[in-house]
């Protein structure tokens, strides 16, 4: 008795290297993180350290706008370590490659550019327009 056809995009040696990439980019998401946290932290420990009147401190606005922006790349750091390890599942599950919408393949260009993307062009196009 033989072994059903695999019908996922990536074949076993080709897994190992994408599996590799995705590793890769969820250790430099981490370090990210880890210093964007250190980031966010120094920058509440320093107006912790003075009286804070934002209304009338001319370096308030400037300090929440910044407290705001790095808040801001952290949780998208976060996303997108969610988006990598979403596809790490893929991987190991044979839909690495596949559009989670209509089911095609995803082309390599797209896996390359963003190796976490779980939808075909067409269809992410699709979802930006709504």
Same mark, same amino acid.
């Given at each position: ?7 996922? =995009? ?41 009286? =804070?009147? &934002?209304?009338? &401190?001319?370096? @308030? ?32 599950? @044979?839909?690495? @490659?596949?559009?989670?919408?209509? @089911? ?16 075909? =062009? ?9």
């Amino acid at each position: 008795m033989s072994n059903p056809p695999d019908d996922s =995009v990536f074949q076993p040696p080709e897994r190992a290297s994408v599996r590799a990439r995705l590793t890769a980019e969820q250790a430099d998401t981490s370090a990210q993180i880890a210093a964007l946290s250190r980031d966010y932290d120094a920058i509440v420990q320093a107006n912790a350290l003075v009286a =804070v009147d &934002d209304e009338h &401190d001319p370096e @308030g606005s400037s300090t929440a706008f910044e407290r705001a922006h790095v808040a801001a790349l952290l949780a998208r750091a976060r996303d997108h370590l969610a988006e990598l390890d979403r596809a790490r599942e893929r991987l190991e599950r @044979g839909d690495y @490659g596949r559009c989670e919408r209509c @089911g095609e393949p995803i082309p390599a260009a797209r896996l390359e550019a963003r190796p976490a993307a779980g939808t075909c =062009v067409r269809c992410a196009s699709d979802r930006a327009r709504r």
